[in-house]
């Protein structure tokens, strides 16, 4: 069975740091585009990083740009999202996904229906 699984989620002041990670098991995702998303309650998914699987480019939504780190580590097959500067409005469920080897990541990257593998979610909660 193929999952992907966030952990590092929590409740973190704003101003705080907190790093999300996403781990693979059943399958390999070291060629595929691996994204971040997050969902606030009553929201759309909103994309919020993906990094290549080719060549490791990363891409940001405005909203996290300078703020938010997307990493990848092809040995152990993870995927991390380093957020520092909080803020509440980050408050939100965050996804990892691998984006469809169909799509190009610098076009359809941030675009969530695009994305063909999912995890459960991490809940992240940032305090004001």
């Known amino acids: 069975q193929v999952q992907l699984v966030e952990s590092g989620g929590g409740l973190v002041q704003a101003g705080g740091s907190l790093r999300l990670s996403c781990a693979s098991s059943g399958r390999t995702f070291s060629t595929y585009a691996m994204g971040w998303f997050r969902q606030a309650p009553g929201k759309e998914p909103d994309g919020v990083s993906v990094?290549?699987?080719?060549?490791?480019?990363?891409y940001y939504a405005d909203s996290v740009k300078g703020r938010f780190t997307i990493f990848r580590d092809g040995a152990k097959d993870t995927v991390d999202l380093q957020m520092s500067s909080v803020k509440p409005e980050d408050t939100a469920v965050y996804y990892c996904?691998?984006?469809?080897?169909?799509?190009?990541?610098?076009?359809?990257?941030?675009?969530?229906?695009?994305?063909?593998?999912w995890g459960q979610g991490t809940q992240v909660t940032v305090s004001s």
């Open positions: 990094i290549s699987g080719v060549d490791g480019s990363r």
């Open positions: 996904a691998a984006l469809s080897p169909r799509f190009t990541v610098a076009v359809w990257g941030l675009v969530p229906d695009k994305y063909e593998y």
